[in-house]
C-alpha cells in the first residue's frame, strides 16, 4: 500500500496560554503544499520502520503504529519504507503526517473499521498537528491543535516558495522559550528565535523582506519554523525570487504548491 503524506505551511499561527498538560493554547489557519513524504506499507509480523536518507530517532511513525497494536489487539504489524521529501525539523509537519498516514493505512489493511473519533483519540496522543493531517485539507485549528474546523483558502492554487535553513529546530524547544506578547504576530513563534537565535531571528525577517519586495503576496515563517514562504499568484515571480534568493542566501528555494485535498 503506498500513500504520500503532504506537508503544509502555516497561513497565521497565534499562540496564547500554557496548559497544565504542558501544550499551548492556539489558534492557526493551516493548509497543504504539494511535497510529500513517499511512504508504503504492508502487513508484517513484528514492526519494521525504514527511513531512506534521513536519521530520525523516536520516529512518530513507530509509536503510531504500537498505539494502535495496543489499542485494537493485533498480534501482527507492519513494515513501513519512508522516502523523505520534507526536511525534519523545518515546520511542515513531516512526522505529523506520516503519523496520519499510518493511522490511515493500518485502518485499511487490517480492516479495523475506525470512526473518526478513534483516529482523533490517537491523533491527540501523537502530536498537535496530526488531527489536521487526517482532515488533510484547509483548516482553522485551535487549542493544542486537535480541534480542526474546514474552511476555505484564498490562496489554493498560488505557487509556494520555501526557502529551508540550514539549521534543524525543535519545536519543543521553541515553544518552551516562548512568552505571550502584548502584540500577537502573524506568526507569534518568531518572537521565540528572538529571544533565543537572534542571529537566525534577523534572517527570518530579511528574507521575509525580500520575499515582499519580490512580489509575494505573503511571506511568513511557518509553524515552529525555521522554514520561511513567499506565496506568489505568478510562478514566473516565484521563479525570480528563487534565482534571486538562492544567490543572495546560498542555498536551493524550493517552489510547490498551495493545494486542496487530493
Known amino acids: 500500500m503506498k500513500k504520500k503524506a503532504y506537508g503544509k505551511i502555516n497561513l497565521s499561527l497565534r499562540v496564547y496560554d500554557k496548559r497544565e498538560d504542558g501544550y499551548h493554547n492556539i489558534e492557526s489557519l493551516i493548509t497543504l503544499v504539494d511535497i510529500y513524504d513517499e511512504m508504503k506499507f ?37 513494515e513501513v519504507k519512508i522516502k523523505k521529501r520534507i526536511p525534519i ?64 483558502n484564498p490562496y489554493i492554487g498560488y505557487y509556494c516558495l520555501l526557502l529551508f535553513s540550514d539549521f534543524s529546530v525543535s519545536t519543543r524547544e521553541i515553544y518552551e522559550a516562548y512568552v505571550v506578547p502584548a502584540v500577537h504576530l502573524e506568526n507569534d513563534l518568531e518572537a521565540s528565535y528572538e529571544a533565543t537565535n537572534t542571529l537566525l531571528y534577523r534572517e527570518i525577517q530579511n528574507i521575509k523582506k525580500d520575499l515582499v519586495a519580490l512580489k509575494a503576496s505573503k511571506a511568513l515563517m511557518s509553524g515552529s519554523g525555521p522554514t520561511v514562504y513567499g506565496l506568489f499568484e505568478k510562478k514566473k515571480d516565484a521563479k525570480k525570487a528563487r534565482r534571486l534568493l538562492k544567490k543572495k542566501y546560498h542555498r536551493t528555494p524550493l517552489i510547490t504548491k498551495i493545494i486542496k485535498n487530493n
Open 89 to 152: 525539523g523545518a515546520g511542515l509537519g513531516g512526522g505529523s503526517s506520516n503519523a496520519a498516514c499510518t493511522i490511515n493505512a493500518m485502518d485499511e489493511l487490517y480492516d479495523l473499521k475506525m470512526t473518526s473519533g478513534e483516529k482523533r483519540e490517537l491523533a491527540t496522543k501523537l502530536g498537535m498537528d496530526v488531527a489536521f493531517f487526517l482532515e488533510n485539507d484547509t483548516c482553522l485549528v485551535s487549542e493544542r491543535g486537535e480541534v480542526t474546523n474546514p474552511t476555505i
Open 42 to 78: 504492508k502487513k508484517a509480523a513484528e514492526t519494521k520502520v525504514f527511513v531512506k536518507k534521513a536519521k530520525i530517532k523516536n520516529n512518530i511513525v513507530n509509536k503510531t503504529i504500537e498505539l494502535i497494536r495496543e489499542k485494537y489487539n493485533l498480534s501482527e504489524s507492519v
